[in-house]
């Protein structure tokens, strides 16, 4: 995957990170797939409340997440 569909190069390294922490919380065995879903989308809440990543909450970004946290690989 190539990107996250955010609108800049900033906000796909920041859910790159969001969706990395819930790969290696979900590796870990501190999450369930639910549970890593649930992190991922509150954190991308709450970067969507932010002035420059509004998009973060937007379907085409979730659905980025959630493949790469189904596939369960680094991006």
Known sequence: MK???MF???????????ANTAIQMLK???FTTAGAY????CKL???ANSDDFGEA?????R???LTVIDKGRYV
């Open 8 to 18: 800049t190069p900033e906000g796909d390294q920041l859910v790159r990170r969001i």
């Open 63 to 65: 659905e980025c997440v």
């Open 45 to 47: 809440r709450l970067l």
């Open 38 to 41: 649930d992190f991922a989308f």
């Open 57 to 61: 909450n937007d379907t085409a970004v």
């Open 3 to 5: 990107g996250f569909a």
């Open 28 to 30: 870990d065995g501190d």
